[in-house]
Structure formats: C-alpha cells, structure tokens
C-alpha cells in the first residue's frame, strides 16, 4: 500500500509540474531541464554520502518517516508561483526522496526475505504501474480542473504514508 500511494503522490506531481512551471512560473524548456539536473543533482548526493551517514544515526524505518514528511511539506511548497517556494520545495523533494526511498526499497527487500524478495518486489512494481497509470492521469486533470492544488493533494497523498509509515516501526 505504501509503494502505491508514494508512487501516486510523485506521479501526480510528474504530470502537473511541467505545465505549472510552463503557465504559472513562465520557465522555458530549459529552465524546467535545469530544475530537474540540478534536482538529480541533489538527489544524487543525498543518496550517497549524506544516506550513508543518516543511516548509521536512523534505522531506516525512521528514515522513511523523516523523508516522508519532507516530502509532504515539499509538495506544498510547489504550489506557489514564488521562486524561493520554489527552490526550497526542490531542496526538500531531494531530501526526502533520497532519504526515504532507497530506505523503503531496502525494508520492501529485508522483510521480503530471500524467497519471496523477487514476488514481493515484482507484486510492488505491479503496485506501483498501476499508480503510475492512476497519477499520471488524475495529476493532468486534477492540474487543469484545481491548477496549483493539485500539488496540495499530493502532497496530500504524501502525508497519508507519512502516517502510514509510523507502522514501520512498530513491525520493526
């Protein structure tokens, strides 16, 4: 459930945030291309030297929830047109991402145990295109009918694993 909802959460963002950089904060091709470089960019470097080093501090369990509601707070922030908003929402987003995910794949493989890690993982990847399908969609419409809210309710979605995640530590 918990893959769902975090792939529907990003996925409704995936599909608003183009046109919102393009109608709302007037970005070119180019720009909306920098902002995702230099958020790879970021995320890369969290997932590297910066998880290595939250993980010795955090078990992973509370990674997700840390990254979680990072990510929550992120996607409000997309919804304003202002471009500080903007720029710490891109901060956040790689934060929290790369806190939370490398750590939810690695409890997902963990608790699957060796035998049952690659139905697990293949019924979560189903799990996942399945809210890729429902967020992309439901992301451009919700873009057109609501504009900027939409990043509201993902962020929205985000904040549902966020309180879902706490069970992670109670299974741990």
């Known amino acids: 459930m918990l893959y769902f909802l975090i792939f529907l959460g990003f996925n409704i963002y995936y599909a608003a945030f183009p046109t919102h950089a393009a109608n709302d904060l007037k970005w070119s091709v180019t720009q909306l291309g920098i902002f995702y470089a230099v958020l790879s960019g970021i995320m890369a470097l969290i ?6 080093k939250a993980i010795k501090r955090f ?3 509370k990674l997700v929830v840390i990254g979680s509601i990072i990510l929550g707070i992120n996607f409000i922030l997309f919804a ?3 471009i500080v908003a903007v720029s710490v929402a891109l901060i956040l987003f790689a934060v929290g991402n790369g806190l939370m995910w490398p750590s939810f794949m690695s409890i997902l493989s963990r608790r699957a145990g060796s035998k049952l ?4 993982q293949g019924v979560a990847g189903s799990f996942g295109g399945l809210a890729s399908i429902v967020g992309l969609t439901l ?7 609501v504009g900027g809210a ?7 979605v985000i904040f549902v694993v966020f ?6 530590l109670k299974m741990k």
């Not at 997932?47 to 290595?52: D, N, S, T």
């Not at 992301?139 to 009918?145: E, I, K, Q, T, V």
């Open 150 to 156: 939409t990043f509201l309710i993902s962020g929205g």
């Open 80 to 82: 304003s047109n202002n």
């Open 59 to 61: 078990s992973e369990e």
């Open 139 to 145: 992301g451009g419409f919700l873009f057109n009918s």
């Open 163 to 168: 309180i879902m995640s706490f069970r992670l």
């Open 117 to 120: 890690q690659g139905a697990v």
């Open 47 to 52: 997932q590297g030297p910066v998880l290595r």
